[in-house]
């Protein structure tokens, strides 16, 4: 049993390596820079979808605000860079840390609501960033926005000046979200948040502090979002109001529905999905919607989990019709740790 | 004084338009616990086959808006059936989520059809009237009256018809209504029929004042939203009294504090007082 398990765990990094090291590749083989470009945006967008996550799978709080940690750190962090001329290296945990300090109080307020209230308030607060953001001509550029906003400064030898090397700048911060969200989703705390999700009536009832895990959870989710927003600001080097817009939040919600919420993989795959097929059909990007309002419906109805949930349950029935002469391994596989538990969760749910 | 007024005028037509829209949303919620983000975009389907009837078909414009509530209708129910239907007895999160993916197909769907650019309903009440000081033109007075016959249609239809009470006994006591035998579809399409007659109506009246362009049902269902939050979610008087508050707000509030943030002044609005009551102003008990 002991062994089993260690197999799984070796198997499980294996192939995290390897897939780090086809990421580490990438750019070296692919042929075109754009190629590599569409690659830096879906990563970016990645990190942002996996503070979502956070919230909407692991908490079960439909959150509509994240676009506006988005586009309070792309800005707070243009701004940094451009007016006080801070370093990018300064700039970034700074504007992370404040917006993860503004996100407290809205969190207060906002989870003292339930449910649809708590989304449509959510938005609500979404909508008002937005249109502070568009209206404060002074600070923000108005509807202009911010151009300009310099590279990340050097590291010591290394220049982010090419597209090559902000990738890996990209990847490196995305490594680090993955490792911090699967240590997190694993710990107690993750659990607590799961216990949430389930029925915060009987987390209460064990004593679980209902509000502050909710708070806490927001204020993470903000941090990295706040994270993707300043890479997102330092790479493509001009922010408008849309940064922050509704729109961007349903962009953060079909990626992750796409790839499968409450999953570790899932918003990886979501957002290489979803950007990909966006920047590959850029003529159409103002009718993607025509498929993705209908996929977002036939994915609540048929595959709540999203792509990596579907794939989660294949093996799992696959392995239930393997198990049938080998009892033992099914009685190990079942309440192995991590995602697989996660779905489950979320189905009874 | 004399602009007081004139923004009382104008106020009292914006909100018309919000309670209608607000009325629509609010039973649908009401009846069936959908948060329904596509309402706003059901409007502006309306506003844009009102426009075609009277511009490619040169059809009156009362007929168009006829034309405008059938086509509505019809799509209303296709929605309920499609979307919602399916989804009846799963979690709130994934009514939200469908009505969010119905309001995107909507929006990019009409884009790809019409364009992105802004349009507007021809004007054929566009005389001016002067009363006291105040100058309106009859396509506001015609907003305000028109409005308030339809909501005093839709209270008859409600208190007074065997149909309008089966509606009311749904949105008061699901389970309850289905015990005494009310066809639970036969409701729900019902609700999203009416809920789009109304919409299409309020296309239709605004669409000589206001613009008419794809994205233009995003703003007024989140401020539907708004108004029925205010009001208590499923709550009729409480979305005609949320409806006008926010229209002379909207309005007094551009003269008196500062176009710009115009659209701003609902969503403070609501998020202050769901700060102070998490629940909404006057919301049903629930659970």
């Given at each position: 049993m002991e062994t089993a398990e260690r197999n799984r765990s070796m198997w499980k990094l294996g192939t995290y390596l390897l897939l780090l090291v086809v990421a580490i590749v990438y750019p070296l083989v692919a042929s075109n820079s754009y190629y590599v470009h569409v690659i830096v945006m879906s990563f970016i967008f990645a990190i942002a979808v996996y503070g979502f996550n956070l919230i909407v799978g692991y908490l079960g709080q439909l959150s509509l605000a994240q676009a506006g940690f988005f586009g309070i750190g792309a800005y707070m962090s243009g701004l940094f860079t451009m007016k006080l001329h801070m370093s990018f290296w300064l700039s970034l945990p700074l504007t992370a840390f404040l917006t993860m300090l503004i996100s407290l109080p809205i969190g207060f307020i906002s989870f003292r609501t339930k449910g649809n209230y708590f989304a449509i308030f959510t938005m609500c607060v979404g909508i008002i960033i937005n249109l502070v953001i568009e209206k404060w001509d002074s600070v923000t550029g108005g509807n202009t926005g911010l151009i300009g906003i310099p590279q990340p400064n050097n590291l010591g030898p290394i220049s982010f000046d090419s597209v090559i090397s902000q990738y890996y700048l990209v990847l490196a911060f995305l490594v680090i979200t993955i490792f911090v969200m699967t240590r997190l989703v694993n710990s107690l705390v993750g659990r607590t948040f799961m216990s949430i999700r389930n029925s915060s009536d009987l987390a209460a009832t064990l004593g679980i502090n209902v509000m502050a895990n909710k708070i806490l959870a927001f204020a993470i989710a903000s941090f990295f979002t706040a994270i993707a927003g300043v890479l997102y600001a330092h790479y493509i080097r001009f922010i408008g109001p849309d940064a922050s817009g509704l729109n961007m939040t349903f962009d953060f919600l079909l990626s992750l529905l796409i790839g499968g919420q409450a999953s570790i993989a899932g918003p990886l795959v979501g957002s290489l999905l979803s950007t990909g097929l966006t920047e590959g059909l850029q003529s159409l990007q103002e009718y993607r919607m025509v498929v993705f309002g209908i996929l977002l419906i036939l994915i609540v109805k048929f595959f709540p989990m999203g792509i990596v949930g579907g794939l989660q349950l294949l093996r799992f029935k696959l392995m239930k019709r393997f198990a049938k002469t080998d009892v033992a391994g099914i009685a190990q596989m079942k309440p192995s740790k991590g995602e697989s538990h996660a779905a489950e969760n979320k189905s009874i749910n | 004084m004399n602009l007081f007024f004139q923004q009382l005028v104008n106020g009292?037509?914006?909100?018309?338009?919000?309670?209608?829209?607000?009325?629509?949303?609010?039973?649908?919620?009401?009846?069936?616990?959908?948060?329904?983000?596509?309402?706003?975009?059901?409007?502006?389907?309306?506003?844009?086959v009102t426009f075609f009837m009277m511009t490619l078909y040169g059809i009156n414009y009362w007929l168009a808006a006829v034309i405008s509530a059938i086509v509505l209708a019809v799509l209303g129910v296709l929605i309920e059936r499609l979307v919602f239907n399916p989804l009846r007895n799963g979690p709130e999160t994934n009514k939200f989520v469908a009505a969010l993916g119905a309001m995107l197909f909507l929006e990019a769907t009409a884009r790809l059809l019409w364009g992105s650019d802004y349009r507007s309903i021809p004007g054929i009440y566009d005389k001016v009237i002067q009363i006291g000081g105040i100058r309106v033109t009859e396509q506001r007075i015609i907003v305000i009256v028109a409005a308030v016959v339809l909501m005093f249609a839709l209270n008859l239809f409600l208190k007074h018809t065997i149909i309008g009470s089966a509606l009311m006994a749904m949105a008061q006591n699901r389970d309850g209504a289905s015990l005494v035998g009310i066809n639970v579809n036969m409701v729900s399409i019902l609700t999203f029929v009416i809920a789009s007659i109304l919409a299409a109506f309020a296309a239709t009246l605004a669409g000589p004042i206001f613009l008419v362009y794809p994205s233009m049902g995003t703003m007024i269902v989140t401020k539907a939203f708004v108004i029925i939050?205010?009001?208590?979610?499923?709550?009729?008087?409480?979305?005609?009294?949320?409806?006008?508050?926010?229209?002379?707000?909207?309005?007094?509030?551009?003269?008196?504090?500062?176009?710009?943030?115009?659209?701003?002044?609902?969503?403070?609005?609501?998020?202050?007082?769901?700060?102070?009551?998490?629940?909404?102003?006057?919301?049903?008990?629930?659970?």
């Open positions: - | 009292l037509t914006l909100g018309s338009i919000y309670c209608l829209v607000a009325l629509g949303l609010t039973l649908i919620y009401g009846i069936m616990e959908v948060p329904n983000f596509a309402h706003g975009h059901l409007y502006m389907v309306g506003a844009y939050v205010i009001g208590g979610m499923g709550s009729i008087p409480g979305a005609v009294l949320g409806g006008y508050i926010l229209g002379l707000a909207e309005s007094m509030g551009a003269t008196y504090i500062s176009t710009d943030y115009k659209d701003i002044v609902a969503f403070v609005l609501l998020v202050v007082i769901l700060s102070v009551k998490p629940s909404g102003m006057f919301a049903k008990e629930t659970k």
